[in-house]
């Protein structure tokens, strides 16, 4: 039976991705101009023997939401957008791109449209009954977050991350600086040249633009490069196979961000964050204990963010706190969640045969 994995950008592909390598499958892309990165990112990364293409890239479909009536199996999707499948021949299930905190597009008017639902966590369950959602609990399947597999599991390797980025002196704290985009109210505009030029100063500092944002990183290092800035090293978000979020997370050791889903994916390291405050309010109501906003340091604009970085590295203030947050975030954390996966999907394909 076919298992397809829909998104509308390449990025969402990666919550998907230990599944697909585990199973294989069909990818569908929105447009075009997506197929044409599909084939870029992920060439080599074809997991089936028997299906030949040009750059070795797994299976894929160019549709839209409207028209996907004709395929038979098993739908991951990771838009939170009504798919126009026949409901007796190709099951949906909702994986979502992120469980950060800005409300679901279309404010979750079609989150009750999918047969299921594979829940990284709970703080997922309370963001739909945020926006109205009370989803039946036979269609709520907890599975955990299957990207963090890897790293509870210790297949990614911090010295091999560190080759990959070029990373020369060691001496120096890793700092990742993964901003969200404009939907979000993203602070890379605001920030990635003064962090560019003040953190390098004193640590390696990596920059990881949200997938939107990556076209200005060829300008920003231009800029750095005459400059003569050094310790700075940049990371493409649309690159799922060389530069894995995950990756970058290993490679780390303090990340700042905003209002972006790693904030929260951030935790199965156990390292510190610190947020750049951007005010954006469009956020899903969350009670203190799934809200990160109350466990970190906040970064304004004015505070001397070298002594910030440098004061959360030795003081470790909030480790306990972000310990006793993973398992309220994310179910399970014990590498075994792309397992739990690929069994319930065994179980609804025998439920469809």
Same mark, same amino acid.
């Given at each position: 039976m076919?298992v ?5 950008q ?7 991705k230990?599944i697909?390598e585990?199973i294989?499958?069909?990818f569908?892309?929105y447009?075009?101009?997506n ?11 074809n *997991?089936?023997p #028997?299906?030949k293409?040009? &750059?070795?890239?797994?299976r /894929?479909?160019? $549709? ?5 009536n004709d395929?038979k199996?098993?739908?991951l999707?990771?838009?939170?957008r009504?798919?126009n499948?026949d ?9 979502g ?6 409300v679901?597009?279309g404010?979750?008017?079609y ?7 594979f829940l990284?966590g ?11 959602k ?5 269609k709520?399947i907890?599975?955990?977050?299957p ?6 599991? *210790?297949?990614? #390797?911090?010295?091999?991350e &560190?080759?990959?980025?070029? /990373?020369?002196? $060691?001496s ?6 993964a901003?969200?985009?404009?939907f979000?109210?993203g ?10 030029e003040e ?6 500092l990596?920059i990881r633009p ?5 076209k ?6 231009l800029?750095?490069?005459l400059?003569?800035?050094k310790n700075?090293?940049f990371?493409?978000?649309s690159d799922l196979i ?28 156990g390292?510190?964050?610190?947020v750049a405050?951007?005010?954006?309010s469009?956020?899903h109501?969350?009670?203190?204990e799934l809200?990160i906003?109350k466990h970190?340091?906040?970064y304004h ?12 590295l030795?003081l470790?203030k909030?480790?306990k706190?972000y310990a ?5 975030i994310f179910?399970?954390n014990d590498?075994?969640s792309?397992?739990r ?5 065994d ?6 045969a």
């Open positions: 076919n397809y994995y829909y998104g509308k390449i990025y969402q592909f990666s919550y998907s230990p697909y585990a294989g499958g069909t569908i892309v447009k075009w101009r197929w044409l990165e599909y084939k870029y990112y992920l060439r080599g990364m *997991g089936d #028997k299906y293409s040009f &750059l070795n890239t797994p /894929v479909l160019t $549709r839209d939401y409207n028209h996907l395929l199996g098993i739908m999707t990771h838009s939170a009504r798919l499948v409901p007796q021949n190709c099951r949906t299930i909702y994986l791109h992120g469980s950060g905190d800005k679901f597009g404010k979750g008017a989150m009750d449209s999918f047969d299921y639902f990284p709970p703080k997922m369950k309370e963001k739909l009954l945020d926006v109205g009370n989803i039946p609990e036979e709520l907890k599975i955990g977050n990207r963090f597999d890897a790293v509870v599991n *210790g297949t990614i #390797k911090k010295e091999k &560190l080759d990959r980025l070029g /990373v020369k002196d $060691r120096k704290p890793v700092v990742l600086y901003p969200t985009w404009r979000g109210n602070t890379f505009k605001k920030y990635a040249y003064k962090f560019a953190i390098t100063k004193e640590f390696n990596i949200h997938y939107h944002d990556t200005r990183l060829r300008r920003l290092g800029w750095a490069k400059k003569g800035i700075l090293y990371s493409d978000s060389k530069a894995d979020t995950m990756l970058d997370f290993v490679a780390s050791d303090l990340m700042i961000s905003d209002t972006s889903s790693v904030l929260y994916e951030y935790l199965i390291t390292k510190p964050i610190i405050d951007n005010k954006y469009h956020l109501n969350m009670p203190d809200n906003l970190v340091d906040l604009g004015t505070e001397d963010i070298n002594k910030m970085i440098a004061n959360a030795a470790q909030y480790q706190d006793e947050m993973l398992p309220r179910y399970f590498g075994k792309t397992q996966a690929v069994e319930y999907i179980k609804i394909k025998k439920e469809m």
